[in-house]
């Protein structure tokens, strides 16, 4: 079945470093791919996507990498911050949205 | 717009009984995702609604089930619940997939509801 990898599961790092999570998929018929924040007690948030047609995105300290060929795609923060700190899910969604794969989250700290 | 809501927002039941639970999409939204969240688990996929049809199910046992209604409100159900039916159940709700390849939908996640079996 489908099914989306996600490394690390925790990752530590200091105030103003980057952190890079990396997700492998396994349906290829995936092509839209969001990137969740959830907050300690709050609901999951969308930060970035980018869609299949897409080598690379953007948004300020946030960008998202993807590689169709390997079926990979990474998120990457730059100059992180300590409300960086929160859980960060990938997920793959196949065409029409009708059904989209977590990955099984990375617990991101920002030490200060 | 108001947000996705969910109620109950906590619920705590025994082994063997049922529950329903309810989600309020965002207006216009018509699309509905039901997600588990356990520790460790990530988010499960559950099912898919539009226009009160399933469209895709998620590798969840027949006691998990789901409908949508004509305003797009959906409500999934546990029957005979087990202990490892506690979770946290999150619906989320997107602007429509027609099922065409230019149909990318964000999804806004609701605050969730809480079930504890006891």
């Known amino acids: 079945g489908e099914n989306v990898e996600q490394h690390p599961s925790t990752l530590s790092v200091q105030e103003g470093d980057s952190a890079v999570i990396k997700c492998t998929y396994s349906?290829?018929?995936?092509?839209?791919f969001p990137w969740y924040k959830q907050e300690l007690g709050k609901r999951p948030q969308l930060i970035i996507d980018?869609?299949?047609?897409?080598g690379e995105k953007k948004d300020q300290r946030i960008a998202v990498t993807l590689n169709k060929t390997a079926k990979h795609f990474s998120l990457h923060i730059t100059e992180t911050q300590p409300e960086d700190s929160a859980v960060y899910f990938c997920?793959?969604?196949?065409?029409?949205?009708?059904?989209?794969?977590f990955g099984a989250g990375t617990r991101l700290f920002v030490k200060a | 717009k108001a947000g996705v809501t969910q109620t109950p927002r906590y619920l705590i039941k025994t082994r063997g009984q049922q529950v329903t639970l309810s989600c309020s999409p965002i207006?216009?939204?018509?699309?509905v995702s039901w997600y588990q969240q356990t520790p460790g688990q990530g988010l499960q996929f559950l099912f898919e609604y539009f226009s009160e049809t399933q469209r895709n199910k998620g590798n969840f046992p027949g006691r998990f089930s789901g409908r949508q209604f004509s305003n797009s409100r959906s409500e999934m159900n546990v029957s005979t619940l087990e202990l490892g039916d506690s979770a946290l159940y999150l619906c989320?709700?997107?602007?429509?997939?027609?099922?065409?390849?230019?149909?990318?939908?964000?999804?806004?996640f609701g605050p969730g509801t809480r079930l504890t079996v006891l």
């Open positions: 989320a709700s997107s602007t429509p997939g027609q099922g065409d390849r230019s149909s990318y939908n964000e999804q806004f």
């Open positions: 997920a793959a969604t196949s065409w029409g949205g009708f059904k989209t794969i």
């Open positions: 207006s216009g939204h018509r699309s």
């Open positions: 349906d290829s018929a995936s092509n839209y």
């Open positions: 980018i869609r299949s047609n897409v």
